[in-house]
């Protein structure tokens, strides 16, 4: 603020200015006045500038504060002519509320779409209307707004049923619809008029303004200051990173101002970057258009006086006012309509309204906001005037468009982007197409725009520019608005409708007669085509047509006279493009079989040919629609059909097809991608209804109009293969003379292509119009034939599947009448699978199928025949009748060409084919037979008795061929082919023909004999099949008793070699016997009473059950593991943890200085080590891992891309099994403990503390030595008996054993603390020691979340994991400086038994105690060396476990919480006792800390506190000395049973009653109470008791996440980035662990961390989760997995929509609800601490994660 102080003339002047300013006295004044308008102005002029625009710095709340007050208040005064908030709620009273919900959609909101009611798409409901509607029970679609919709709640337009929700269900008595300004009085409508025409004009006149440096007439300030700004314009050309590199040159500020001001410019539209004076401002100016005019037209930017930039910034918040002010009430959002429509005195386009338009394209972004929402609030909510300014949308329609191919902005904000507001009402657009010609208007200016063609008028897209490219992309908008206008189909037809309709029906011909064989191509003979031709925007062309052209058939149905006009003008638009079609193509003459056609010669494989024919595709669709409406059959005399020519009709479909078969067949390969390309998306889901589809409905409709035998000699002539087949002998001929074996190879491929069109052209009738079917029964089809290849999910389904214009497939009406669902499991998705009595429809030749699919459903289809115990021929299906118009087609099964084809095919399948003929070929005529057959069946079924039909299919194969030939009947040929050995393949068709022919003849026989029976026919077959399923089960059961048979021999076998290796197997028997989970434990040699693990009692191993022989995977040494041979190691990974944390708020410690020795009760920091289990020799994986770091290096001169590891970091992948790693442990043996001398408790603590004293006075004098003066009692301790101070202990491991020692150490201190590494570092082994607890405790929760027993549940990999991990602990002070350890020792036993000399010691609320147990445990063999007294390791372990058990039950007295009051349980008399001593002990507890604790009121109670409290230390403690000691376990943990605390108390060698611990030794413990219980840290935790942590810790969750996802996207829609004031973030994304939403992958919110620029959730990770992070990207619905900077992936959301798919990317927009297995499992990875695991899978699977910039995120 202190720089915009500076600027004003003297602050307090100013003030009191403002402060004697009165609003209502203005507003009087005006009243008075006569001209109103320049007295408003003078105002504005006055006091704009002195408010806005006052420094470099704009200060928007102070603004808007002081707006309000000085220029907003007077205007409302005048407007209401009392106190604004008094009238203007009047004004809300007197109102009836709107209808229309009006809400505009915010970027990244969730709108909702019934797809059930919507009129179209684009109608829909906000979340509110949306809950509180009933489509809410419908099939709907969810997405997220771009933003810039509204709401269409209360439009009956837009919704066939349910159009209110119950906020906006109009009031019965509100249909007396009278204007709303009859509740305003005459003078206040005059005084609203006069105030909004003024500030309307006021505010665009500012908006358009153009001169930089003065202003409007009437507001020029009487004080011209000399300031000026220089102003950044946004661009969609320029990226971020050149905008603020540009900035950093231009006006010298900083990388973080830089981004601030890019982020206002993409935001805003503009933003000031410098203010001054005018030669201060050009110079930044040009700095900035010479940096940005290299590459690309150079950055906007503006050089703008202060008082301009003012009167704009108030212009803006004019507009919002209106906006504001208008929601009072309908009258003054009429008044507004009225004022903004008004004409100006200029006429035409003259109004405020269209001057808005118009000038769009010069405003910037923030202004085109502004001003479209006023637009939506005011005219699109009111019908009346949504009319009036939708016909003056539609007649500057064109200008705008133009404008907008010009403007460099993104359509969102352009005004061109409201058609979709006022298209797709349906009385607005047939309004707009018969008066305003709209259809017509809009496909001319598409047209228009598009202007390269070649010389016969055709586009030609060759070699686009950058900038023709760009237009391109923006005319397809065109199209949207078209199919916005068409797409809801008029019920009933005016004359004037027609007419317009046909006028823009014949626009469209014109723009199909451009398409109309454009990008032709040229077979290239020779060599390779040199460049790749241009053909994919006619493809993008063509796809954006696809619902067009649809929807223009679907407007041409719906009524006769436009069907039968739009048929008469496509048939002559095509006879247009075909008059160039005959020059200079020779006519010649065909021959075959006695039958002759005139045709002209033609050559796909030589001439010009092109796959765009859209005017001859529409003939084909509006041929089937006059059929399929019948108007072919009622009105015969108004179509021209007698004048077709069927030739002409199918020349260039036929073309079309012939070259994909001529691309199949290979011999188009020189023409390169391009072409491939072309033939992939013709039949292509997206573009085939109107491509391949058509081209076939047009063969069709030509076939049905010609001789069978012409149509097929032409389709001959055209697939280059009538010379093949007319004469009898050539192909013999041909063979012989060029054996070139591609040419044979292409002509098979030809012939196989060419039955395949046939059967296509005879088969393919389930097209509404071709065929007597509906149109579900198409999708039924579709659907039947896509799960005969294989069960398919939902979403796969609806892509095989085409969409209508509405993005519905209709598939959801018809599949389950065909299919079944599955639901998915945790992994996987639902499937749908084709109920088995649908599988008769299955066509082998099914016209969708590409090759790949057809051979996989042939395969799945035999396979189901042969599993049911059928035979596997797949005969075609029975097919629907044809309608009358194409009736005659199926005369092609019968024709002489045809059949001397199929003839002429089997006499070459009689000889092993030299490669003449292909078992597909065979195969194709196999299947035209059998369809012929079918077809036969069904017309002799449905044909009466007396009328027998003339489709006699079986007398023409029966017939041997004429005189010179002789060749044999096509049914001979069968005979013989059935028995040949080289068709076995083919066998069981051939059969199902003769079976199939029989039967047809005993029906004809017995029709012409007597009445109809079909049973014969059907016993025949009954027998046939009957026979072939008792020779299948003979087989099978001889099958099965071949298998018992040799079952039996093995087993023999192997009991034989048991027997002889009987000791062997013994021994193994009896180690599998002793422990599932571990090879380590053995049974126990002697079988007294109890296991236990510790003390003196404990089980110990004999000689040989301690041996352990381990496989080195690197070299497949096996190798005994012993402390004196080389070292063998295990693959782990060390990393820091918050997963059990109970205290995310902590901040993270200072490493350097950080202290780790005592573990904090709220576990915030820990470090965990998990490994995959696999063992090497120590040398082996050095040198493994040297050649991945040479590697590493060698890839780093190469190219800097992060792997899935750093090896930097020391990380690597298991050699085995690629599992990230970064460390190795050394294994290391049992350890063996002599027990000689075993004290009770009472001297052990004796001779403890004496020992401590002894070292601590060592420790001190050695201090002393070393110059540390230490001025304190340095009077020498006696060391007790056999305590030797200068002993130094014989290390017992080897040099490679002690390398490992050090080595994994190092790790755990690099990791654990995050600092660099230093083996000497006394932190060393407390590192080790913590790691060794933690990763106990996090197994243990774990465990215990999935209600898994103790022990015995662990995988390998964990339980080797832990035991080795616990050996090392208990050898790690072999490797580190004694004294260190023994200090550590000192420091640790200091917290249980006070020592007044040893200091800092934390309070006992405040010391985790299983980590004290397991660091005194560990480190205690360093003061245990010195002693040569026999004193018991054993012994010492057990005391160790006694006092911390004893200060764990203090400490969760401590902190227990006073129970609600409740009802007594009676608790028989067996725990009695422990209820008493418990109660006891708290009194004891009460009296040495005063009032610091609740009064107990139960036993019970408190008992109960104790027992589950206590419990997950139990069994961490059982977990650690079973690993330690080697102990086995007992068998009742390894179950879930009620026995464990008992079991528990027994292995650990404790009562099961823990008081008795302190009672039978209070004397001893009684002191030790008091001085825990005097500390001054314990009073004061007691009394902030919210920090307390109690016990037992709750085990940690992923966050709750809303069942519903929409609830999410809702929540993440209002979330605001924290950093650019009130900004929507772009990329939302939640954090699971600890629920914090995050504005993620935006240059807003990175912040530095360690040196380097990270985004909000990499940040965010370091402080919630030690570097590792799991989150989920609303907007996208996909979980991110985040580890360290350069390790990411996504995982599947557990969000899943009602057919058990994800969806990510919120592409379908089916709803989604949480799957809590998924979750589960999500949560399961975060606590086994998997989830850098996972990432490391997820990079080695695919190298694009490797990619990404994951800190950035």
């Given at each position: 603020m202190a720089a915009a102080e500076t600027d004003r003339d003297s602050p307090s002047a100013l003030c009191s200015e403002f402060l004697n300013f009165s609003a209502k006295d203005t507003a009087a004044k005006w009243l008075q006045v006569s001209n109103l308008p320049k007295e408003v102005y003078q105002h504005l002029a006055c006091y704009v500038p002195k408010i806005y625009c006052l420094g470099p710095n704009l200060n928007p709340q102070n603004e808007d504060l002081l707006a309000q007050l000085l220029l907003q208040s007077p205007l409302e005064w005048y407007l209401c002519g009392e106190e604004p908030s008094v009238g203007l709620a009047k004004l809300e009273q007197s109102n009836q509320p709107s209808q229309l919900c009006g809400h505009v959609f915010k970027v990244g909101e969730p709108t909702y779409s019934c797809r059930e009611c919507a009129a179209d798409p684009t109608c829909v409901l906000c979340m509110q209307c949306f809950l509180g509607s009933v489509h809410k029970e419908h099939r709907y679609r969810m997405t997220t707004s771009g933003g810039g919709g509204f709401c269409d709640c209360g439009d009956t337009e837009a919704w066939k049923k349910g159009p209110y929700c119950q906020k906006h269900e109009p009031n019965i008595s509100d249909f007396s619809q009278k204007d709303p300004l009859a509740n305003l009085s005459a003078e206040m409508v005059a005084r609203t008029y006069n105030v909004f025409s003024i500030i309307l004009k006021y505010a665009v006149d500012m908006l358009t303004w153009d001169k930089e440096d003065e202003l409007p007439e009437g507001l020029e300030p009487p004080l011209r200051g000399d300031t000026y700004y220089c102003m950044l314009f946004n661009d969609e050309v320029h990226t971020y990173e050149q905008v603020i590199y540009t900035l950093q040159k231009a006006v010298n500020c900083t990388q973080k101002e830089a981004v601030s001001f890019a982020t206002t410019v993409d935001r805003d539209g503009r933003k000031s970057v410098r203010f001054g004076d005018f030669q201060f401002c050009e110079q930044a100016k040009s700095v900035i258009v010479r940096n940005t005019s290299r590459q690309t037209k150079p950055l906007r930017v503006q050089v703008m006086h202060s008082s301009v930039v003012a009167h704009q910034c108030f212009a803006l918040r004019a507009l919002a006012w209106l906006g504001q002010t208008i929601r009072y009430s309908d009258a003054l959002r009429r008044i507004l309509c009225q004022v903004g429509l008004q004409r100006g005195p200029e006429g035409e386009n003259s109004s405020l309204v269209d001057t808005l338009m118009l000038c769009d394209s010069k405003m910037w972004k923030g202004a085109r906001n502004v001003y479209h929402q006023l637009f939506m609030s005011s005219l699109l909510m009111d019908p009346k005037y949504k009319k009036l300014f939708a016909i003056q949308f539609a007649r500057n329609y064109r200008r705008l468009q133009t404008d907008f191919m010009e403007d460099d902005h993104e359509r969102v904000v352009s005004v061109t982007s409201l058609s979709v507001q006022l298209f797709t009402?349906?009385?607005?657009?047939?309004?707009?197409?018969?008066?305003?010609?709209?259809?017509?208007?809009?496909?001319?200016?598409?047209?228009?725009?598009?202007?390269?063609?070649?010389?016969?008028?055709?586009?030609?897209?060759?070699?686009?520019?950058?900038?023709?490219?760009?237009?391109?992309?923006?005319?397809?908008?065109?199209?949207?608005?078209?199919?916005?206008?068409?797409?809801?189909?008029?019920?009933?037809?005016?004359?004037?409708?027609?007419?317009?309709?046909?006028?823009?029906?014949?626009?469209?011909?014109?723009?199909?007669?451009?398409?109309?064989?454009?990008?032709?191509?040229?077979?290239?003979?020779?060599?390779?085509?040199?460049?790749?031709?241009?053909?994919?925007?006619?493809?993008?062309?063509?796809?954006?047509?696809?619902?067009?052209?649809?929807?223009?058939?679907?407007?041409?149905?719906?009524?006769?006279?436009?069907?039968?006009?739009?048929?008469?003008?496509?048939?002559?638009?095509?006879?247009?493009?075909?008059?160039?079609?005959?020059?200079?193509?020779?006519?010649?003459?065909?021959?075959?079989?006695?039958?002759?056609?005139?045709?002209?010669?033609?050559?796909?494989?030589?001439?010009?040919?092109?796959?765009?024919?859209?005017?001859?595709?529409?003939?084909?669709?509006?041929?089937?629609?006059?059929?399929?409406?019948?108007?072919?059959?009622?009105?015969?005399?108004?179509?021209?059909?007698s004048e077709l020519s069927p030739p002409m009709l199918i020349e260039h479909p036929l073309r079309c097809l012939v070259l994909c078969a001529q691309v199949h067949a290979g011999m188009w390969r020189r023409n390169g991608f391009s072409l491939v390309n072309q033939i992939y998306y013709y039949h292509n889901v997206k573009c085939r209804m109107e491509m391949f589809d058509k081209d076939l409905i047009m063969l069709q409709a030509g076939a049905s109009m010609m001789d069978p035998n012409h149509f097929l000699m032409i389709v001959l002539s055209r697939f280059e293969l009538y010379h093949i087949f007319s004469a009898p002998d050539f192909r013999k001929r041909c063979s012989r003379e060029n054996a070139n074996k591609d040419v044979v190879q292409q002509n098979n491929t030809l012939i196989e292509e060419m039955l395949h069109l046939v059967i296509m052209v005879v088969g393919e009738r389930y097209t509404a119009g071709v065929g007597q079917v509906e149109s579900t029964d198409e999708i039924k089809r579709e659907i039947v034939h896509q799960l005969c290849i294989r069960p398919m999910a939902h979403s796969e389904l609806v892509k095989a599947l085409p969409e209508n214009e509405n993005k519905e497939t209709g598939m959801e009406r018809v599949i389950d009448s065909v299919a079944s669902f599955k639901k998915p499991g945790v992994t996987g998705r639902g499937l749908y699978k084709l109920r088995p009595e649908c599988a008769k429809m299955f066509n082998l030749y099914f016209h969708h199928y590409s090759r790949a699919d057809q051979s996989k459903a042939e395969e799945a289809q035999r396979k189901i025949k042969r599993q049911n115990g059928e035979d596997s021929a797949l005969p075609p299906p029975v097919l629907s009748r044809f309608c009358p118009l194409f009736a005659s087609l199926v005369n092609i099964l019968q024709c002489d060409v045809l059949l001397s084809i199929l003839g002429a095919v089997l006499q070459w399948a009689m000889?092993?084919?030299?490669?003449?003929?292909?078992?597909?070929?065979?195969?194709?005529?196999l299947h035209l037979i059998g369809m012929g057959l079918v077809e036969e069946q069904q017309h002799l079924i449905s044909s009466t008795e007396d009328n027998v039909t003339s489709f006699n299919f079986t007398l023409k194969i029966s017939r041997p061929g004429e005189a010179p030939g002789n060749t044999p009947s096509i049914l001979a040929l069968l005979e013989t082919l059935q028995n040949a050995p080289h068709l076995e393949v083919h066998k069981e068709m051939i059969r199902w023909i003769l079976k199939t022919v029989s039967n047809i003849k005993t029906t004809r026989e017995c029709t012409a004999s007597a009445p109809p029976t079909d049973s014969s026919g059907h016993s025949q077959e009954e027998t046939v099949r009957d026979k072939d399923k008792a020779e299948r089960k003979r087989k099978a059961e001889m099958a099965r008793l071949r298998r018992e048979k040799i079952m039996a021999q093995m087993s023999e076998m192997q009991r034989h070699f048991i027997n002889e290796n009987k000791e062997l197997f013994q021994q193994s028997l009896e180690e599998l016997d002793a422990s599932p989970s571990s090879s380590?434990?053995?049974?126990?040699?002697?079988?007294?009473?109890?296991?236990?693990?510790?003390?003196?009692?404990?089980?110990?191993?004999?000689?040989?059950?301690?041996?352990?022989?381990?496989?080195?995977?690197?070299?497949?040494?096996?190798?005994?593991?012993?402390?004196?041979?080389?070292?063998?190691?295990?693959?782990?990974?060390?990393?820091?943890?918050?997963?059990?944390?109970?205290?995310?708020?902590?901040?993270?410690?200072?490493?350097?200085?950080?202290?780790?020795?005592?573990?904090?009760?709220?576990?915030?920091?820990?470090?965990?080590?998990?490994?995959?289990?696999?063992?090497?020799?120590?040398?082996?994986?050095?040198?493994?891992?040297?050649?991945?770091?040479?590697?590493?290096?060698?890839?780093?001169?190469?190219?800097?891309?992060?792997?899935?590891?750093?090896?930097?970091?020391?990380?690597?992948?298991?050699?085995?099994?690629?599992?990230?790693s970064n460390t190795v442990i050394p294994l290391l043996p049992l350890t063996k403990n002599n027990c000689s001398v075993q004290p009770d408790l009472s001297q052990w603590l004796n001779i403890t503390s004496l020992q401590m004293k002894a070292l601590h006075s060592a420790h001190r004098k050695t201090n002393n030595a070393e110059g540390v003066d230490d001025t304190g009692d340095a009077e020498d301790c006696p060391s007790p008996y056999g305590?030797?101070?200068?002993?130094?202990?014989?290390?017992?491991?080897?040099?490679?054993?002690?390398?490992?020692?050090?080595?994994?150490?190092?790790?755990?201190?690099?990791?654990?603390?995050?600092?660099?590494?230093?083996?000497?570092?006394?932190?060393?082994?407390?590192m080790c020691w913590g790691s060794c607890g933690y990763t106990i405790q996090s197994i243990e929760r774990l465990l215990v979340d999935e209600e898994k027993p103790l022990f015995g549940s662990l995988p390998c990999r964990q339980d080797d994991c832990l035991s080795s991990l616990t050996r090392f602990g208990a050898a790690c002070w072999n490797v580190s400086s004694h004294t260190t350890v023994q200090s550590h020792f000192i420091r640790l036993f200091a917290a249980l038994v006070p020592d007044s000399r040893v200091e800092n010691i934390p309070c006992i609320l405040d010391i985790d105690m299983f980590h004290l147990l397991v660091s005194l445990v560990l480190s205690h063999p360093a003061v245990l060396c010195l002693d040569s007294s026999g004193l018991s390791a054993d012994a010492a372990q057990l005391h160790f476990l006694h006092l911390v058990t004893v200060a764990h039950l203090v400490q969760i007295l401590l902190t227990s919480k006073p129970e609600e009051v409740r009802m007594e349980q009676e608790s028989g008399g067996a725990e009695r006792e422990e209820e008493e001593s418990v109660c006891m002990l708290f009194n004891t507890l009460r009296t040495h800390l005063g009032r610091g604790l609740h009064e107990v009121s139960s036993g019970w109670h408190l008992w109960r506190c104790v027992k589950t409290g206590i419990l997950p230390y139990l069994r961490a403690a059982a977990l650690f000395f079973h690993y330690l000691n080697g102990a086995p376990s007992p068998p009742e943990l390894h179950a879930l049973s009620a026995g464990e605390w008992e079991a528990l108390c027994g292995y650990l060698c404790l009562p099961s009653n823990l008081l008795q611990l302190y009672y039978k030794n209070q004397e001893l413990l009684e002191p030790l109470l008091q001085r825990w219980c005097s500390h001054p840290g314990v009073l004061q935790g007691l009394q902030t008791s919210a920090a307390l942590i109690r016990f037992p810790r709750e085990s940690n969750h992923l966050i709750e996440l809303p069942e519903d996802y929409s609830a999410l996207i809702n929540q993440a829609s209002s979330f605001t980035c924290p950093k650019s004031g009130g900004d929507k973030s772009r990329a939302p994304t939640l954090c699971l662990v600890c629920g914090a939403m995050l504005c993620s992958q935006s240059y807003c919110c990175q912040t530095e961390l360690e040196g380097e620029d990270v985004g909000a959730c990499t940040a965010h990770t370091f402080a919630c989760g030690a570097g590792v992070g799991i989150f989920l990207r609303v907007r996208e619905c996909q979980v991110l997995f985040l580890s360290g900077k350069t390790k990411g992936c996504f995982y599947a959301p557990p969000y899943l929509d009602d057919y058990g798919e994800t969806d990510q990317g919120l592409r379908r927009g089916n709803p989604l609800h949480l799957c809590q297995e998924r979750y589960r499992k999500i949560q399961k990875l975060w606590r086994q601490h998997s989830i850098t695991e996972e990432i490391g899978h997820a990079q080695e699977a695919n190298q694009t994660l490797v990619g990404i910039d994951w800190q950035h995120l």
């Open positions: 009402a349906p009385t607005v657009a047939r309004m707009l197409i018969t008066e305003e010609n709209l259809m017509t208007t809009i496909i001319r200016t598409f047209v228009d725009h598009l202007r390269h063609r070649d010389l016969q008028g055709r586009f030609q897209f060759e070699r686009y520019t950058a900038q023709q490219a760009f237009k391109f992309r923006r005319v397809q908008s065109l199209i949207g608005d078209l199919k916005y206008v068409l797409i809801s189909r008029p019920t009933e037809w005016g004359d004037q409708l027609r007419e317009k309709f046909l006028k823009g029906f014949d626009a469209f011909l014109e723009l199909l007669k451009c398409m109309q064989g454009m990008d032709p191509v040229v077979r290239q003979v020779g060599q390779h085509i040199e460049m790749e031709p241009e053909w994919e925007a006619a493809f993008t062309l063509q796809m954006k047509l696809t619902h067009i052209i649809s929807m223009m058939q679907e407007w041409c149905a719906s009524d006769e006279k436009v069907l039968i006009e739009a048929y008469k003008k496509c048939l002559s638009a095509l006879t247009h493009c075909h008059s160039g079609f005959t020059d200079g193509e020779q006519p010649i003459t065909l021959s075959m079989c006695g039958h002759s056609v005139d045709t002209i010669r033609y050559c796909v494989s030589q001439e010009k040919v092109s796959i765009h024919l859209p005017v001859s595709r529409l003939l084909a669709g509006l041929h089937a629609l006059l059929s399929k409406t019948d108007v072919a059959y009622r009105f015969p005399e108004q179509l021209p059909l000889e092993p084919s030299g490669g003449h003929w292909s078992e597909s070929m065979l195969q194709r005529v380590l434990e053995h049974s126990p040699s002697c079988c007294d009473s109890v296991l236990v693990c510790v003390g003196p009692r404990r089980w110990r191993a004999g000689g040989s059950d301690r041996r352990q022989m381990v496989t080195c995977i690197l070299c497949q040494e096996e190798q005994e593991i012993r402390s004196d041979g080389r070292a063998m190691v295990l693959a782990a990974f060390v990393q820091r943890s918050t997963v059990m944390s109970k205290n995310r708020k902590r901040p993270p410690h200072n490493p350097d200085k950080y202290d780790p020795l005592f573990m904090h009760p709220d576990l915030s920091f820990g470090t965990h080590t998990g490994s995959c289990g696999h063992i090497m020799h120590s040398h082996c994986w050095q040198r493994y891992f040297e050649a991945v770091q040479a590697k590493e290096q060698r890839r780093q001169q190469r190219l800097r891309v992060h792997t899935s590891y750093d090896v930097e970091n020391g990380e690597f992948l298991c050699p085995l099994c690629e599992c990230l305590f030797k101070l200068d002993h130094t202990p014989k290390n017992p491991y080897s040099s490679t054993i002690k390398e490992m020692l050090t080595t994994f150490g190092t790790t755990m201190y690099k990791v654990g603390l995050k600092v660099h590494p230093n083996e000497q570092d006394p932190r060393v082994p407390i």
